[in-house]
């Protein structure tokens, strides 16, 4: 158990090696609203099943794929499509009781914040692709990226020694 009381969740980033020295730091997530969380991952695993099926199909170095989208279907789809089992036991049943928001706690190691720096480029990148019609899925509506933002940057700040922010935004998509 955490120092704030909050049990620590397995990392959301995907699995990694420890720091050379074995130090992680604590990321406490503090009013994490639970309907947006649960729209967000819904929406990442789309985008993940749809950069997913992209990336078995052996036509798509056709030329009618723009450069950058085939990049972003070998990341997401063949490196990150494996990583998409996720210890949420504790956030679906705060859902299950009408919660409308949980605290969170994670022990990470320090390079996590290139994992969040790059996930949240490759997401806003996706969302772009979302825009221009090169995908079925819809782009994230405006506050799961302000979420998205939020979310992976208090891991930024927190590895940097900043206290954490509570999420002050609205509670529901």
């Avoid at 309907?35 to 009618?64: C, K, P, W, Y």
Wanted: include cysteine.
């Amino acid at each position: 158990m955490s120092e704030s009381g909050v049990e620590p969740q397995a990392p959301p980033l995907g699995r990694y090696e420890p720091d050379d020295d074995g130090s992680v730091h604590e990321v406490r997530l503090i009013n994490v609203p639970l309907l947006i969380l649960a729209a967000t991952r819904e929406h990442h695993d789309e985008v993940m099943r749809e950069f997913a099926m992209l990336a078995l199909d052996e036509n798509l170095s056709s030329g009618h794929v723009p450069a950058r989208m085939l990049e972003l279907i070998d990341v997401l789809g063949r490196r990150y499509a494996a990583a998409a089992a996720r210890p949420d036991a504790e956030v679906d049943a705060a859902l299950e009781r009408g919660e409308k928001t949980i605290d969170l706690v994670y022990h990470v190691p320090a390079h996590v914040t290139h994992a969040a720096e790059q996930l949240h480029e490759l997401m806003n990148e996706a969302d772009e692709f979302c825009r221009q019609q090169q995908m079925l899925t819809l782009a994230r509506p405006p506050v799961q990226a302000e979420f998205g933002q939020w979310y992976l940057d208090e891991f930024r700040r927190q590895i940097n020694g900043e206290p954490p922010r509570p999420w002050d935004g609205p509670l529901e998509p």
